[in-house]
């Protein structure tokens, strides 16, 4: 099955930074999606983005599907932002299939 | 719109017991999907759903069965609980037309014993 790489585990960083999160896959995929998982454990969709870039506020998102990664820009980062960033993927119209990644656990620091 | 809402938010159970976690979304999505939260492990599908009536297995489907005689509703049912089924469950629905986006419910944190 498709395996799904996140890096970095973890990260801190000082309110303000900016940072970047990378998901790597080993499949050709047409679903990805990036989740935000609050301290809470509630999961958030941020970004669906099988391909190309987006932005949402202080939030971006790049999927370059045929190299197979995606990336999560975090600019000017709050302590809001503190939580597990997951990246998940599959096949387009699999039913909801969605293989996760293990997250990365970011702390925010004031 | 609810959402995605999930009864009960905390349960305990004996080995051997069993027990139905609920799913209802609002949103007319088709599919549904159970997933297990593990730490240190992401996300496991359990199973999941195309549509009222069609089911089907996801990566840990052992020791758990589910049904969907509607669209709103996905229950899953924990047969005879273990302590390896001590996890956080997720429900989450989407919809094929679209962008495939998946809503998450709040999660039931359930603990055997």
């Known amino acids: ?110 | 719109n609810a959402g995605v809402t999930q009864t009960p938010k905390f349960q305990v159970l004996k080995t051997g017991q069993s027990m139905t976690l609920q799913c209802a979304q609002d949103m007319n999505h088709e599919y549904m999907s159970w997933y297990r939260q593990d730490p240190g492990m992401g996300l496991r599908l359990i199973h999941y759903s195309v549509g009222a009536g069609i089911t089907d297995q996801g990566e840990v489907p052992n020791g758990y069965n589910v049904s969907r005689s509607t669209t709103e509703d996905f229950p899953l049912r924990l047969l005879s609980a273990a302590p390896s089924q001590t996890s956080v469950y997720f429900c989450a629905s989407s919809s094929p037309s679209g962008p495939d986006t998946q809503y998450f419910g709040p999660g039931t944190r359930l603990t055997v014993l």
């Open chain 1, 1 to 110: 099955g498709i395996q799904v790489e996140q890096s970095p585990p973890d990260l801190i960083l000082q309110e303000g930074a900016n940072s970047t999160l990378r998901c790597n896959f080993s499949d050709s995929v047409n679903n990805l999606q990036w989740f935000h998982q609050n301290p809470w454990g509630q999961l958030i969709n941020l970004f669906y983005i099988p391909s190309g870039t987006k932005q949402n506020g202080r939030l971006s998102a790049t999927t370059v599907a045929t190299e197979r990664y995606s990336l999560l820009y975090i600019s000017s980062s709050q302590t809001t932002d503190s939580g597990v960033y997951f990246c998940a993927v599959g096949l387009y119209n699999q039913g909801g299939k969605l293989i996760f990644g293990q997250g990365t656990e970011l702390s925010v620091k004031p």
